[in-house]
């Protein structure tokens, strides 16, 4: 079949249709390519399957300014999207399409575009991804994208590891970690956790599943309460992947000690960890220990109100009734007690699941943020020295602004200041009611000390009184009867 036997033989005539019918055409490039997935070794040894993909790649990297899109649009000149190629890739097996990436990657293919053929790929391929939702799949600068959906929960079930689907479905994914572009953003936090959530159910490697957390790590501020919600697919007693969590917040806090991190990013997961914390503490086999360690995952910088962790632990509270107190006050001392809000303040002040020392500890801490509330309104009315750099800008607002919303700024900050002092009032009342309790309960216990120590002082007062009349009967005597009369005041007030 060799030009040797006789010219215009098979296999140059073989060459010639692939240089010039099978590579130069992009359905014939990609139909050859499929069909080489039945002729596997054969295909890769006659380097079919290297120039296909290398075919397909500088087509798909081509540049495509001045190309029409004449067959979707009716009268034709439509642009071509950047994503036009998605959709014909991804009828590819796991590992032509993993060698078409690899090629399109040498040709310096932006990586978002990239990690967006990749999510299409796996919700083509991956059905257990795929929910009700829907999370849109677009790409930077595109005029069309593709949808697919991204899920899972509690209801799924634990797959039987040993068929031949789970493992082609752990093949994929194993494949897709290895392919998703190194830079940040190039695929969206919720596929990765996503993917996170299905490489622990399939049981992926262990070192690709290191690799993956990492990933969500890099951009975990953008993730939602939904796709952290991954159940526990292992022998833990906990509902949800709780120690998955603690590690995706380790991965987070090395890459923010870069000098490329956002400040705002801190404070976006505390408040994602804080409603993570809400949710996985009604769960009655959260123990305290790891419900503490996820609540001190975060420095105390990254909160700025502490409501939504106060929130999570009177839930925590509400779900484990039986706790100690000794175990409640430790709870309680994750939060600090300055970072809360007016309307949590009052809610703590009446919480019954609060230790009555966290209590009182609200309420003087809310009394005086009340009082420092006050005093500065205070100030700022009576146009103090010391507040007047800090009244500049919302009097220069009010001045701009027309009589009427001069007016209704004075009545919305009346308002303000009186609602302050209503919940004042509120608070003095419940600390006299909680003032006079105590006092009730110390005189119970004055009652029950030791009885020995007033007979001590009974004594004692008597000697006293015998004293005095000693020394008024020797003042009268020696003609002293007014310095008789001064001295046993003076000893009395002295006690006193």
């Not at 939904?226 to 603690?246: C, G």
């Not at 007979?455 to 004692?460: C, D, F, K, R």
């Not at 001064?486 to 007030?493: A, D, G, I």
């Amino acid at each position: 079949m060799t030009e040797d036997l006789e010219e215009r033989n098979l296999i140059l005539r073989t060459e010639a249709f692939l240089s010039y019918i099978v590579l130069s055409s992009w359905r014939d490039s990609i139909s050859v390519l499929k069909s080489c997935e039945k002729l596997s070794p054969w295909a890769e040894n006659l380097q079919i399957v290297r120039r296909c993909s290398e075919s397909i790649a500088s087509k798909a990297c081509a540049n495509l300014k001045g190309v029409t899109w004449t067959y979707t649009s009716p009268n034709g000149n439509q642009i071509v999207p950047p994503d036009w190629w998605f959709e014909d890739v991804s009828i590819l097996g796991i590992n032509h399409f993993v060698r078409v990436i690899s090629a399109i990657k040498v040709k310096g293919m932006r990586f978002e575009l990239i990690g967006a053929a990749i999510t299409h790929y796996a919700g083509k391929w991956l059905p257990d991804l795929i929910k009700d939702g829907g999370v849109s799949v677009s790409v930077a600068g595109s005029s069309s994208s593709s949808s697919s959906s991204w899920g899972g929960g509690l209801n799924m079930i634990v797959p039987d590891l040993t068929s031949v689907e789970n493992k082609d479905q752990r093949t994929i994914i194993e494949s897709l970690i290895s392919i998703i572009p190194p830079q940040k953003d190039s695929v969206s936090c919720s596929f990765l956790l996503h993917l996170l959530r299905m490489a622990n159910m399939l049981k992926v490697a262990a070192a690709l599943v290191t690799e993956l957390e990492k990933r969500v790590g890099m951009q975990l501020e953008q993730a939602t309460l939904a796709d952290l919600l991954i159940p526990s697919y292992n022998k833990s007693e906990t509902m949800y992947d709780v120690d998955l969590v603690q590690r995706l917040l380790e991965h987070f806090l090395v890459q923010e000690q870069t000098e490329y991190s956002d400040p705002n990013a801190k404070i976006t997961v505390a408040r994602l960890l804080d409603c993570y914390l809400v949710e996985v503490s009604k769960d009655r086999n959260l123990s305290l220990a790891k419900f503490q360690v996820l609540a001190e995952a975060l420095p105390e910088s990254a909160r700025t109100c502490d409501d939504g962790l106060y929130r999570a632990i009177d839930s925590y509270l509400k779900a484990h009734p039986t706790l100690p107190e000794h175990e409640r006050k430790r709870l309680c001392r994750v939060m600090d007690l300055q970072k809360l809000s007016n309307d949590a303040y009052m809610h703590a002040a009446q919480n019954e699941r609060l230790p009555l020392r966290i209590v009182m500890q609200v309420l003087f801490t809310g009394q005086l943020k009340i009082s420092n509330a006050m005093a500065t309104n205070s100030q700022k009315e009576a146009g103090e020295p010391s507040q007047f750099q800090a009244m500049v800008p919302s009097r220069k607002t009010l001045l701009e602004g027309t009589p009427q919303s001069f007016q209704e700024g004075w009545e919305a900050a009346k308002k303000d200041i009186n609602t302050l002092k209503y919940k004042l009032e509120t608070v003095k009342t419940k600390y006299v009611e909680l003032q006079n309790d105590m006092e009730n309960l110390q005189r119970q216990f004055d009652k029950l000390t030791n009885k020995k120590h007033n007979s001590t002082w009974s004594s004692g007062w008597k000697k006293l009184s015998k004293f005095i009349k000693i020394t008024d009967m020797e003042n009268h005597e020696n003609g002293s009867s007014e310095q008789a009369r001064k001295t046993p005041t003076m000893w009395l007030n002295s006690i006193s």
